[in-house]
Structure formats: C-alpha cells, structure tokens
C-alpha cells in the first residue's frame, strides 16, 4: 500500500524492495541538486536587467529614445543621393566612410506631418555593423531608465508605429526598440 503524509512532502510504499527506495532517494537528491545551481535570486535577474542606457532626442516634434546599444554613432546627414522607386520614408542613400547606407525617415513612416529640418541628425543604427541611419531633429541626452518607467503603448497607437516602440514613459516619451528596428526587413534597403 502506498502511503503519503502531504504535510512534509513525504511518500513512501511497504511493497518497495530497499534497492527501489535507494534509487528513489537517490533520484530525489539529484533532483534537488539540480534545482540548488539554477535557483537566482529575484533581486540578482533583478539588477541586471533593471534599467538600460539610451540616448533621448527629438524626432518631428516629439521626444524620443533608442537603447544605445543600437546606435553606433551620431552624426550630421552629409550629401544624401536619392534613390528612384523607393518607398517615401527613404531619404536616399549616403556613403558612409565607404559603405553606402540607406538613411531612413521614421517621421514619413510614422506618419507624422508637418516636419522641418534644417541641418538634420542622424543615427547610424547597427549592433556589429552599421545597418542604416534614421533622420533626428535633435539629440539630447543619454542617461539610464528604469525598465518599469516603460509602459506599454496606448490603445491609440497602431501599426507600424506599434510594431517598433517598445512603450512610453510617464513623461510621454515614446520608446524605439533597436531590436525590431534592426529586424524590420522594410527598413533594409
């Protein structure tokens, strides 16, 4: 018969022989072993991932921010060469200490109106290698936020702005992801 006493976890059986018991014990420690190495305290994933760096600017009026491991460098658009048949949000193509970069215009793709630029920014974006620029107003700062002052976005906000905000601050700054910039295959030219 098997018998279990809930309160301290503890099952045994009369009819198991004493080489089952071992292995059962056995099987219990390892298990328990196993469980010791991969347990992390909350408080340690905690730190590690608690805030990010990022560079905050303005882009078409509005305050913006990007994670800076994403940016590779900040730079004023030098000559820009644009490309016939290429969606609107492409400003054209630049040459970038030798390589040919697309610059892109997140505003048009946004569908933000009612922008001016006179002697823009731009963002080299890339994790390894620069990908692609996008046009900025301005740049302000970088500095660290806590990654629970990021909110997730408005009902409001859809399609394709969505797919590429991480969220909004509580000062209604709008959050880019590097991640799904870099990954968005219409933004590769």
Same mark, same amino acid.
């Given at each position: *018969?098997? *018998?279990?006493?809930?309160?301290?976890?503890?099952?045994?059986?009369?009819?198991?022989?004493?080489?089952? !018991?071992?292995?059962?014990?056995?099987?219990? !420690?390892?298990? @328990? !072993?196993? &469980?010791?190495?991969?347990? $992390?305290?909350?408080?340690?994933?905690?730190?590690?991932?608690?805030?990010?760096?990022?560079?905050?600017?303005?882009? +078409?009026?509005?305050?913006?921010?990007?994670?800076?491991?994403?940016?590779?460098?900040?730079? *004023?658009?030098?000559?820009?060469?644009?490309?016939? +048949?290429?969606?609107?949000? $492409?400003? +054209?193509?630049?040459?970038?200490?030798?390589?040919?970069?697309?610059?892109?215009?997140?505003?048009?793709?946004? !569908?933000?109106?009612?922008?001016?630029?006179?002697?823009?920014?731009?963002? $080299?974006?890339?994790?390894?290698?620069?990908?692609?620029?996008?046009?900025?107003?301005?740049?302000? @700062?970088?500095?660290?936020?806590?990654?629970s002052g990021i909110f997730p976005l408005p009902i409001s906000v859809s399609g394709v702005q969505h797919?590429?905000?991480?969220?909004?601050?509580?000062?209604?700054?709008?959050?880019?992801?590097?991640?799904?910039?870099? &990954?968005?295959a219409r933004l590769m030219i």
């Amino acid at each position: *018969r098997l *018998r279990c006493d809930w309160s301290s976890d503890v099952c045994s059986s009369d009819l198991l022989d004493p080489e089952r !018991q071992d292995s059962v014990a056995r099987s219990r !420690q390892i298990l @328990d !072993q196993r &469980a010791e190495k991969l347990a $992390v305290p909350l408080e340690t994933e905690a730190d590690e991932t608690a805030s990010i760096e990022i560079l905050t600017f303005r882009m +078409g009026g509005e305050r913006y921010a990007l994670e800076t491991r994403y940016i590779l460098e900040l730079t *004023r658009v030098a000559m820009l060469t644009e490309v016939p +048949g290429c969606p609107a949000f $492409v400003l +054209g193509i630049t040459n970038f200490r030798g390589d040919v970069l697309a610059i892109i215009d997140l505003c048009t793709l946004f !569908q933000v109106t009612d922008v001016t630029r006179d002697n823009p920014w731009m963002l $080299v974006l890339g994790e390894e290698r620069a990908e692609f620029g996008i046009v900025i107003d301005d740049a302000f @700062d970088v500095c660290s936020i806590d990654i629970s002052g990021i909110f997730p976005l408005p009902i409001s906000v859809s399609g394709v702005q969505h797919n590429l905000l991480r969220g909004v601050t509580d000062e209604a700054m709008m959050v880019l992801d590097g991640a799904a910039l870099l &990954a968005d295959a219409r933004l590769m030219i």
